[in-house]
């Protein structure tokens, strides 16, 4: 994926240029264990862990240089092989080819006109390779005793990825040629990049990415070297922090969840052929088809020969992107930043505050989302803001009130206010808020505009600012909006108008208003229900994390949608 990587020529290493023994490593990587699996430190000293962290791998990059494995030549000189490989296997590959598009990098371009909703593109199980092509590999006896391989099927697809671009014989050599070299995820951004990113909503999941990744690549180097059903892998002789980097943003990058092949379960997998192509906003475009086993994409729009095909990642924020793929996305219509709201424990009115929200669905303590979009509140955060500002009476009014039950489906509905005031409070409390949130960066939003017009800047520099830019348009347009309907709503007060009434009948219409119902937190909380489910299992394991994953959505032709 163009988007997803810059590419480099990789040089085949040809050993390391300073002896080091093994005792002296296994100390490197007992000392990054030990820092990495350390109690978290206290608020405020999170940059300094990092620096910390960093300058342990930097010292055993340093010493492991030269040691990786890797491939002569481009990835464009190994495109030819992986479209003969594919159309060995019985993927479709007449109607595109691989091209390269400046800026996006490398993506699919039409060999033909091709109609909006067409299959253009299938790919067989036989060529994805999987958790469940990682058991039945040399993987597997390390697999079956391993419990974060068996809790976390990223680890295992990097793994996976790792040993099989070790073995000459293996099957998938003509896709792993055709990955990048390196990335362009926050793992590969030097210390002065990341440092764009402080006072970001990013940078925790930044920081926590790097210490995440830097303890799996110590925990796996000392089990790969001592752990008995290790001894066969390809690795032992060569598994350097460089290799693991790699093998961890190739997957973080690509993967997505398909179904097992008797379709009773999900798993990890990589897609060949699909994955080079760059997102655009739309649909998702891409299932999976059970009773042909293969992943199939029809065409987002219309494409006439020579365009590039594009297909939608899913609802992913900028951080996201820049997180997980390595790309700021130019227009995203699902920008976003997060808001974290609660109302507290202490406050008088807490336990009918709480019975109310809990009636729609809603925790009393959540984290929402402030979105590009105007509004920029979903119906859940205004049921919420509703709520949280609500008096006494007005409280009362939908707990134990005419209709009370039934009122609670406006909460989330712009045209049944609470009360004028209740909207007043409400969106003075947003343009507050987020006025307060634009105060924590170090830099205004024309101090980012002006950097990003040096032309000396980094790709990964510029990266940073403009996703630190993004998070600051998105509070500057929530207090702007804020501003505008508090003004509105002093204004409907002020002069005496009637407020909308709640009609027993109107609970038809609202049942068929979907964006309007507050009771089930959606969308982001759907999105990342599959993925919080594998971070839970996963932190039952003491001292590791995964690696944070946004995974595209890929409907099942015929079933029940499979999600991230």
């Given at each position: 994926m163009g988007k997803k990587s810059r590419v480099k020529t990789q040089k085949s290493g040809t050993g390391a240029t300073a002896a080091v023994s093994p005792k002296e490593m296994m100390n490197l990587i007992s000392e990054l264990l030990q820092k990495c699996s350390s109690t978290a430190p206290s608020p405020g000293k999170e940059w300094e862990e990092y620096v910390q962290i960093r300058a342990l791998v930097e010292k055993i990059r340093k010493k492991q240089k030269g040691l990786s494995v890797s491939f002569e030549g481009t990835r464009e000189d190994f495109f030819s092989e992986l479209m003969a490989w594919a159309a060995e296997c019985g993927a479709s590959c007449d109607g595109f080819e691989i091209s390269n598009f400046a800026d996006e990098g490398y993506g699919l371009k039409a060999a033909k006109d091709i109609k909006a909703e067409e299959l253009f593109l299938w790919i067989p199980r036989k060529m994805l390779m999987t958790v469940e092509s990682a058991k039945n590999s040399v993987l597997g006896p390390l697999y079956s005793q391993d419990r974060i391989l068996q809790a976390m099927g990223n680890v295992t697809l990097a793994l996976h990825l790792l040993?099989?671009?070790?073995?000459?014989?293996?099957?998938?050599?003509?896709?792993?040629?055709?990955?990048?070299?390196?990335?362009?995820?926050?793992?590969?951004?030097?210390?002065?990049?990341?440092?764009?990113?402080?006072?970001?909503?990013?940078?925790?999941?930044?920081?926590?990415?790097?210490?995440?990744?830097?303890?799996?690549?110590?925990?796996?180097?000392?089990?790969?070297?001592?752990?008995?059903?290790?001894?066969?892998?390809?690795?032992?002789?060569?598994?350097?922090?460089?290799?693991?980097?790699?093998?961890?943003?190739?997957?973080?990058?690509?993967?997505?969840?398909?179904?097992?092949?008797?379709?009773?379960?999900?798993?990890?997998?990589?897609?060949?052929?699909?994955?080079?192509?760059?997102?655009?906003?739309?649909?998702?475009?891409?299932?999976?088809?059970?009773?042909?086993?293969?992943?199939?994409?029809?065409?987002?729009?219309?494409?006439?020969?020579?365009?590039?095909?594009?297909?939608?990642?899913?609802?992913?924020?900028?951080?996201?992107?820049?997180?997980?793929?390595?790309?700021?996305?130019?227009?995203?219509?699902?920008?976003?930043?997060?808001?974290?709201?609660?109302?507290?424990?202490?406050?008088?009115?807490?336990?009918?505050?709480?019975?109310?929200?809990?009636?729609?669905?809603i925790p009393a303590s959540s984290v929402f989302a402030l979105h590009c979009s105007e509004p920029p509140i979903t119906a859940q955060l205004l049921a919420f803001l509703r709520v949280f500002c609500m008096t006494e009476e007005e409280l009362r009014d939908y707990l134990v009130g005419d209709h009370a039950i039934n009122k609670i489906f406006t909460l989330g509905n712009t045209e049944f206010p609470v009360s004028w005031e209740n909207e007043i409070k409400l969106w003075t409390f947003l343009e507050t808020r987020a006025a307060l949130l634009l105060k924590t960066y170090k830099t205004t939003a024309e101090e980012d505009r002006s950097m990003l017009e040096k032309p000396d800047l980094s790709l990964h520099s510029?990266?940073?600012?403009?996703?630190?830019?993004?998070?600051?348009?998105?509070?500057?347009?929530?207090?702007?909006?804020?501003?505008?309907?508090?003004?509105?709503?002093?204004?409907?007060?002020?002069?005496?108008?009637?407020?909308?009434?709640?009609?027993?009948?109107?609970?038809?219409?609202?049942?068929?208003?979907?964006?309007?119902?507050?009771?089930?937190?959606?969308?982001?909380?759907?999105?990342?229900?599959?993925?919080?489910?594998?971070?839970?299992?996963?932190?039952?394991?003491?001292?590791?994390?995964?690696?944070?994953?946004?995974?595209?959505?890929?409907?099942?032709?015929?079933?029940?949608?499979?999600?991230k």
């Open positions: 040993c099989e671009r070790a073995n000459p014989s293996s099957p998938w050599l003509p896709y792993i040629k055709t990955l990048p070299a390196d990335y362009d995820t926050p793992l590969y951004f030097e210390e002065e990049e990341v440092r764009h990113l402080l006072a970001t909503q990013a940078i925790q999941d930044v920081l926590s990415q790097y210490k995440n990744t830097a303890r799996q690549y110590a925990y796996f180097y000392k089990v790969i070297h001592t752990h008995p059903n290790a001894s066969k892998l390809p690795l032992k002789d060569a598994f350097t922090f460089d290799d693991y980097r790699w093998a961890v943003s190739s997957v973080m990058t690509r993967q997505n969840q398909i179904p097992t092949a008797d379709g009773s379960r999900v798993t990890l997998a990589l897609i060949p052929l699909w994955d080079m192509c760059n997102h655009t906003n739309g649909l998702i475009t891409t299932g999976y088809n059970l009773e042909d086993d293969r992943c199939e994409c029809v065409a987002l729009k219309d494409y006439k020969e020579g365009e590039q095909i594009y297909i939608f990642y899913g609802t992913r924020s900028n951080a996201e992107f820049v997180i997980h793929n390595g790309f700021f996305f130019e227009g995203n219509a699902h920008d976003r930043v997060k808001i974290k709201l609660g109302v507290s424990k202490s406050e008088r009115l807490y336990a009918m505050k709480a019975e109310v929200l809990a009636r729609a669905g510029r990266t940073a600012i403009k996703l630190r830019l993004a998070e600051k348009e998105i509070l500057e347009r929530a207090v702007s909006s804020g501003r505008a309907k508090r003004l509105h709503f002093q204004k409907q007060l002020d002069e005496g108008a009637p407020l909308p009434l709640y009609e027993e009948s109107d609970i038809a219409l609202l049942e068929n208003a979907d964006a309007k119902l507050p009771i089930i937190l959606r969308k982001l909380e759907e999105e990342d229900e599959c993925v919080q489910e594998e971070m839970n299992l996963f932190l039952s394991v003491p001292h590791l994390v995964s690696f944070v994953v946004a995974l595209h959505v890929l409907p099942v032709k015929g079933g029940n949608k499979v999600r």
